[in-house]
């Protein structure tokens, strides 16, 4: 009988100090829980790195592209380092190819995409984006010795050099053409002069500054759009903070003339409406 008091004892003792135990560490978890600091968002996390990925081709005169010098230059290039110096920090940008933009912005290779984005209900879905900073209509170039060509519905049967996840893609498509896949805006002017495509609809302010540039380029401008197309900076959802932030920074630009003032150095004008 003592024997089996002296067992029942022992067991009593092991389970208090397993529940001891427990409880010690419940509290250790706990004290650690509430040690650790909030997750930042994204803005913060900018501003902790003091530096903006952005995502942009490099390749799109006038709004991003290399000068004679090899210098990485534009409009939407200094709309970004606008940004980036309001938000306090610098510029870091990530030269990527338009159809591997979006992907881009998915895998998190940069933070937001500086290069003419137009604003669209389907990407509204998966995307956020600023207010808009520009406004442009798409137009329709062909070659200059091109008398078949005379407006949208004339691209019917006809090969339209696009890029993929372009919306001006779709507008090609939805008037017929069959799209011939480029990387960018001086490649599908390349295959226009060489006659291997038969259009592309691109921006039109593209088009005034590749003719600035290029005058005896025997391309031209048949049709443009009727509704203007807005732009703005593309962002992943789930960063309130930052996109206001991004809204703040425009909208001071506007008020102090810097927006106006690089507007006018590469179009002439306010081109914000």
């Not at 509290?27 to 952005?54: C, F, H, V």
């Not at 078949?148 to 779709?170: C, P, R, Y």
């Not at 295959?191 to 088009?207: H, Y």
Request: net charge negative.
């Amino acid at each position: 009988m003592k024997k089996s008091w002296i067992t029942m004892a022992a067991l009593i003792m092991v389970i208090t100090l397993i529940f001891t135990a427990c409880g010690s560490n419940t509290d250790m978890n706990n004290d650690q829980a509430a040690e650790e600091p909030a997750a930042k968002n994204l803005l913060e996390t900018i501003k902790a790195n003091g530096k903006i990925r952005i995502g942009t081709e490099g390749t799109y005169a006038p709004f991003t592209y290399h000068d004679e010098e090899g210098t990485l230059t534009g409009f939407d290039v200094e709309i970004a380092q606008e940004i980036s110096k309001r938000l306090g920090v610098e510029p870091e940008f990530i030269e990527t190819k338009w159809d591997g933009m979006f992907a881009g912005l998915d895998a998190n290779r940069f933070d937001v995409v500086v290069n003419q984005v137009s604003i669209k209900e389907d990407r509204k879905v998966k995307y956020d984006f600023s207010d808009p900073y520009i406004v442009s209509k798409a137009v329709l170039i062909v070659n200059e010795d091109n008398q078949d060509i005379k407006e949208l519905a004339d691209l019917k049967g006809k090969k339209a050099g696009q890029s993929l996840t372009s919306n001006l893609k779709d507008i090609a498509e939805s008037n017929g053409a069959t799209i011939v896949q480029i990387d960018g805006f001086n490649q599908a002017i390349d295959l226009l002069l060489s006659n291997r495509i038969d259009a592309t609809i691109n921006d039109g302010l593209s088009f005034l500054d590749f003719k600035k540039q290029r005058p005896d380029a025997k391309i031209k401008v048949v049709a443009e759009t009727e509704e203007a197309t807005p732009s703005a900076v593309l962002i992943n959802k789930g960063n309130e903070e930052l996109v206001k932030a991004i809204n703040k920074a425009l909208a001071d630009m506007k008020a102090d003339g810097t927006y106006l003032e690089i507007s006018q150095k590469y179009f002439g004008a306010d081109v914000s409406k």
